[in-house]
């Protein structure tokens, strides 16, 4: 980055500050230390980092763990009597009391269990099918296949032609309406009608270009987790460095009572587990 302060006069020592628009960024002009994928990941890692708890803890979920019905934030809670500890997370709304939702109450152990189980899965999955997972993934986002893939492709191409051929028709209609060969009243008729054409097609055609982008980053994405999935191949325990590597989110939802009542002991809870670059992922039977 160039141009960052500048000297007000040559005769005052002091320099100021210059404005953003003053500033000047020429990007890789020198040797990378590390690559921008590595550089990204590591400053969402940053922001995720959180202070220490009245308990002079970070918990291993802290910033990752949402309610699922308000979108809240999670907060790490410990219920400690002569006899044991138990940790637990709760809605942040309902413990501030800012919105009106349940406690959405989950144990740390639980939680821990829960999350370390699925992860186990879904990198021995990887780590042994690797070629298989790739195309799991792509398929499990929207737009995936390759064969609905080929047929915007063709669609985007046709558009695409159709609009340079609207674009040739517009000059020899403007061409034709100089030269009089045709009425100012027929000229407005049929390039109102070309425009309304080629505008819906440009429209069409962005929409078309958007999905397949999204398709290709599908695929970037799917490698770059497995990056992650190379890099721990077995874990032992679950490590706050691990999980924010391995995870974007984890959502909960309310538990429900299997045995119909309202405190009963058989109860069952639903976590959602968004991993890093590529969100839920839906192992094969």
């Known amino acids: 980055m160039n141009f960052k302060t500048e000297k007000v006069s040559y005769k005052v020592k002091q320099s100021k500050e210059n404005p953003e628009e003053k500033q000047a960024v020429f990007e890789n002009h020198h040797e990378i230390i590390i690559d921008r994928e590595t550089w990204e990941r590591v400053q969402e890692l940053r922001k995720q980092r959180k202070r220490p708890n009245r308990y002079d803890e970070v918990g291993l979920f802290s910033g990752i763990v949402f309610c699922a019905d308000c979108g809240s934030v999670m907060y790490q809670q410990r219920y400690q009597t002569d006899k044991r500890r138990q940790d637990c997370y709760i809605c942040g709304s309902y413990k ?8 959405h109450f989950i144990r740390t152990d639980l939680l821990t269990a829960g999350v370390t189980e699925n992860l186990r899965k879904v990198t021995s999955y990887a780590a042994k099918h690797e070629a298989r997972f790739m195309k799991l993934l792509t398929e499990q986002t929207e737009d995936g296949s390759k064969r609905r893939n080929a047929a915007k492709k063709k669609e985007l191409e046709a558009a695409e032609k159709r609009i340079a051929e ?45 999905e397949l982008s999204r398709t290709l980053e599908a695929t970037a994405n799917a490698e770059k987790f497995m990056k992650v999935v190379r890099k721990y191949t077995s ?13 974007e989110k ?15 002991k058989l109860r069952r809870q639903e976590i959602e587990i968004y991993y890093s670059f590529v969100g839920k992922v839906e192992l094969p039977d």
Request: aromatic fraction near 8%; proline fraction near 1%.
């Open 235 to 247: 874990f032992e325990e679950l490590t706050p460095t691990l999980l924010r590597e391995f995870v």
């Open 96 to 103: 501030k009391r800012t919105a009106d939702c349940t406690a």
């Open 250 to 264: 984890i959502v909960i939802h309310e538990s429900e009572a299997l045995d119909g009542k309202r405190r009963g």
């Open 166 to 210: 609207l674009s040739a028709i517009f000059k020899r209609l403007y061409e034709d309406s100089v030269t009089g060969r045709i009425s100012d009243e027929r000229f407005t008729e049929l390039s109102a009608d070309y425009e309304a054409e080629q505008k819906e097609l440009k429209e069409r055609a962005a929409v078309l270009q958007g």
